[in-house]
């Protein structure tokens, strides 16, 4: 079980660059959740998909995110274009299902938009 | 606004101390989950509590969910430096867990 891997692990650009954070979730998980995590703001969920399929994105906080799963081992969170604000560290995590079931977390992307 | 208000926000302590930390809301969950989370990694699950008044150990910790699911506490017998840390409780009103602001624990030997 390799876990949850997040790639890049650190990215640095400059405000009204285009971002693309990667994530493979662990293999037989259904369900993927992308998280984003500052110190004034703490952990919040930006959106998740069950199956694939996006099902709550209401955590976005606004259109120049953009989020997608195309395939069971694979999604993407996007930021276009970045803004100071952006800077955090993203999380993306897996499930075998939705409710109860553990959050198995990657390491993180560290996000810094200058 | 947050869901889930986490006390206290930081925490330093003598290696050997006892501790409590709290997790506190006004929404009802159908679950809850603490997990731990060390500086450069994401968070790692340490205990899900379903029942009121569920009561879990893990080893030194001792984890409550409240009789009306509201809210839970983490409790820790004679701290180790290794037990240092942010703690975090996530509820699930629904299908997704939502984090709680989190307490930082530092264990000084």
């Known amino acids: 079980d390799a876990g949850v891997i997040q790639s890049p692990r650190h990215e640095v650009t400059e405000m009204g660059q285009e971002v693309t954070l990667r994530c493979k979730p662990i293999?037989?998980?259904?369900?993927l959740f992308w998280y984003r995590q500052t110190m004034m703001r703490g952990l919040e969920l930006l959106i998740y998909?069950?199956?694939?399929?996006?099902?709550?994105d209401s955590g976005m906080p606004e259109d120049r995110f953009s989020a997608k799963m195309p395939n069971a081992s694979f999604s993407t969170l996007k930021i276009q274009p970045s803004e100071p604000r952006d800077s955090a560290v993203y999380f993306c995590?897996?499930?075998?299902?939705?409710?109860?079931?553990?959050?198995?977390f990657g390491n993180g992307t560290r996000l810094t938009v200058t | 606004t947050q869901l889930l208000e986490q006390s206290p926000q930081f925490l330093s302590i003598q290696e050997g101390e006892n501790l409590t930390v709290y997790c506190n809301s006004s929404?009802?969950?159908?679950?809850l989950q603490w997990y731990r989370q060390e500086p450069g990694e994401g968070p790692v699950l340490l205990v899900t509590?379903?029942?009121?008044?569920e009561v879990k150990k893990l080893k030194r910790l001792t984890f409550q969910f409240g009789d009306a699911r509201k809210d839970s506490s983490l409790h820790i017998t004679a701290a180790q430096p290794g037990d240092t840390g942010l703690y975090l409780c996530?509820?699930?009103?629904?299908?997704?867990?939502?984090f709680g602001t989190g307490t930082s624990l530092t264990v000084i030997p």
């Open positions: 995590a897996s499930s075998r299902t939705v409710g109860n079931s553990p959050l198995h």
């Open positions: 293999s037989g998980h259904n369900s």
């Open positions: 509590v379903v029942t009121g008044g």
């Open positions: 929404s009802v969950f159908s679950s």
């Open positions: 996530a509820g699930a009103p629904g299908n997704q867990f939502y």
């Open positions: 998909f069950n199956n694939n399929v996006p099902i709550d």
